[in-house]
């Protein structure tokens, strides 16, 4: 999906995040030929300067689009029932790459007429919002709905622009007025009309490709070069000084093309100026044609200056800009020509220069000489190599890959770089994505010897890209799935586990593999802490939150594997109370082995029942078991609420926490715009720690010598506010920091290996062995993102000086009957 890009003095909207998860469902497939580029409903109008109202068509396709026997339809925003949808019948053709000009009412304002429209109706659209269709009938719609309007074959197209509330594709255009329209410049169809429009200056065009009031199409190109470089365009900051601005005549060579996904060609100038802060190259963006031009084309490129934002242009979105030419003119002077040498990255030692807490840098002077991402913005556009890339991030879906340019930076011992403070950003890392070229499926720590070869662009999810030419001969580094080894007589085994939204609407292959992991990978744990259980039937939102189904699938793939019968406890939240994924109920849970360790249940617990600490002999014991910690604490609104269990283990009592706190979902992107980032998640993590560091005081203050394990996805580091809370005062240790700094790890994010799941025992908890199992988050095929752990614990008697002699006594059997030296 791309957004609009931005347009120089306009106001664009776009959807936030959290809109489009609301949206309503879209109303036509993606068109990939005839579609409406503009609705401009003020015409005629007072303020206004054209006198009609106007629909225009466009054509992305290679082909003609007939027309004959289709309409152009309108329905006004807050359509009731008594509404009709009003009719413009069409006829001829729309061209290839052309487009189609349908006028509408007059009215008595306005000074500029139309160009001779292709198609006339008569309907007095309004100013301020609306609903226009195309459809391939003349017979007027009778949908009311969006649901509706899904449901007819014949909606080709569907806009609802300004205050549409009833009828639209995802979310309405921005607000229209007498001087403004909704027009979809880069002829992107994703079925969301905030999206794909953008609110500016209405600009009526013909099939003759006449403008208004009587403009004729735009000349040819003139042979000759214009007064324009691309470093004129590209400018010494992150935003383009010529932004909006029409250019002719700019030469340079085409380097590379791209024919699927975001079309276009990059191409560079080759006598580049003295300034290290210009780039040398750009990106022109063909919408939905294929690029006519080939790599050594000298060429003379006319078109208008934007700047594309991945994400979308709304102010919350971190996302830098990638500087481009759009509505492009080419003109091939030769071809066959040399193609400049492509410079080697040499990324200096700093990130990114900062504003302050959470401004923007865009206007800031770059500095390429000293921030990395700036030396890649002063490139952007450009032919650009690195040598012997070691891979940091696995291949993903999308064939993306992050490498490092940088190998010495914070190496893991398996080849990934790990992550370990906010000041330590690993500015080495790069993403590089298919262009051309189709980088190999790597795993982290495989090698691209020689040289790799690409232009640098600016994309979501991981910031500055190359766009891969030529990739370097593919060496695995050879990383293998870990074992942890096997539980000991007198250890308790504690894991936990991201399963990833599972339920039985997965294939049985995912089971098995999770299943796998838990007895083969994990050695069949005692107790597994489980995140991501979604309900009986998955992401369908019907109001079902009840997941037996999901344990009973998931222990008798565990059991078929070989492994324990585990039973399972959890409790069900509230129907989409919980977060995650809409209508997938997702919540913690406990699997325990019965023949190594019991479960104490105590009736009671339920979504909305506190878990409390009480003394039974003189000892800390639940008041409900299981049970859920502080839920109605604002803390965990729209988020997993913890589950406390009280277990068994020859004799001593251990308490254990499952959790998943809130994701990182909506803060500042790191290679954003925004510096420095403002991690705003990190405010609820950091109440969510307050609230679960206050049970685990609860149960210290009746029984100091507890036994007390803390495990899940925390969503957050080891050096974060939230982890510094729980482990305050000494009470509960971290175990990921009890690790040497490089093995740090259960996740890989953007060619970070960094970690967001976390075990924390008590401390008074001192025999202990603790693994991170490598198995997932390194590779490129995953049964999950996350990396498990386990912690093989000798739980306290209650009493330091007792716990000498039975874990004396203890050794001695273990040694005496071979299990250990």
Known sequence: MRPTPLRAGIAATAATAASLALAVPAVAAPSTDALIAEVYGGGGNSGATLTQDFVELANRGSAPVAVDGWSVQYLPASASAASQWQVTPLSGAIASGGRFLVAQAKGSGGTVELPAPDATGSIAMAGS???????TATTPLTCKTAADCAADER????????????????????NLSSTTSAARPQLADTDDNAADFTVGAPTPVNAKGEGAGGQEPDPEPDPEPGDKRIRDIQGTTRVSPLLGQKVTGVPGVVTATRATGDRGFWFQDTAPDTDPRTSEGLFVYT???APTVQPGDSVLVSGTVAEYRPGGSAASNSNQTLTELTSATVTVLSSGNPLPEPEV???????????????????????????ALDWLESREGMAVRADDLRVVGPTNGYGETFVTTKPAQNPTPRGGTVYLGYDQPNNGRIKVKPGSATPPKSNVGDVWRGATVGN??????????????????????????????ATRQFELSVATYNVENLSPADQQAKFDRLASAVVTNLAGPDVVVLEEIQ??????????????????????????????????????????????????????AFLFNPARVSFVDRPGGDATTPVSVVKRGGRAALSVSPGRVDPANPAWENSRKPLAGEFT?????????????????????????????????????????AALKAFVDQVKSVDRGANVVLAGDINDYQFSPALGTLTSGGTIVDLISTLPPNERYSYVHEGNSQTLDHILISSNMTRYRYDVVHINAEFADQASDHDPQVVKVRPSTGNPHLDKTVFAMEDLLECLRGLRP
């Open 129 to 135: 919002g609306g609903t226009v269709a195309l459809v």
């Open 155 to 174: 909606v080709r197209d569907l806009v609802g622009y300004g205050s549409a509330t009833v009828v639209r594709e995802g979310t309405a255009t921005g």
């Open 287 to 289: 919408a939905g044609l």
């Open 345 to 371: 990255i040499a990324l200096p030692d700093g990130y990114l220069p900062t504003a302050g807490s959470g401004g923007d840098i865009e206007g800031l002077p770059l500095d390429p000489a000293t921030y």
């Open 456 to 485: 640098i662009e600016y994309t979501d999810f991981g910031g500055y890209t190359l766009a891969a030419k030529s990739v370097g001969e593919h060496v695995p580094g050879g990383i293998a799935p870990e074992k942890t080894d």
């Open 535 to 588: 309900d009986n039937n998955g992401a369908t939102d019907d109001g079902t939150v009840a997941a037996d189904q999901t344990y009973a699938r998931f222990t008798a793939a565990i059991a078929a594997a070989g492994g324990p019968r585990y039973q399972w406890r959890q409790i069900d939240p509230r129907n989409k109370a919980d977060g995650g994924e809409p209508g997938g109920n997702i919540r913690v």
């Open 649 to 689: 283990f020859r004799g001593r009592t251990v308490f254990v926490v499952a959790n998943h706190f809130n994701s990182k979902g909506g803060d500042q992107a790191m290679h954003g715009r925004y510096q420095a980032p403002v991690r705003g998640s990190e405010v609820q993590r950091g109440q969510q720690a």
